[in-house]
């Protein structure tokens, strides 16, 4: 399927569920400023982030289970991805 073909159908579906609900029946969406995914920083990332943190300690406080974190990547070998809400709520002498 190409992409205008695409771009239609879905034209055809939005204007198929307009039909179906009445505009005063929906709500206004409230907004947040939010981000709607997490925040991952690498391990050089969260050291330049805050003043004095090595990535040496970024990777102990990893090791620890200290700050959040995720793999990508397959096996012990993968990136080390850490949220950067974890890292900025650590309690330790950082931040």
Do not use: F, W
């Not at 029946?25 to 920083?41: F, G, I, Q, R, Y």
């Amino acid at each position: 399927m190409k992409l205008n073909e695409k771009n239609e159908l879905i034209l055809q579906v939005a204007e198929l569920l307009r039909q179906m609900i009445p505009v005063e029946d929906v709500a206004p969406a409230k907004v947040e400023n939010k981000p709607l995914m997490p925040e991952l920083l690498t391990i050089k990332e969260c050291a330049a982030l805050i003043p004095g943190l090595s990535e040496h300690t970024v990777r102990q406080l990893v090791k620890r289970g200290e700050v959040a974190y995720m793999r990508s990547g397959a096996g012990e070998r993968g990136k080390i991805l850490v949220y950067k809400s974890s890292l900025l709520k650590y309690p330790g002498e950082i931040g």
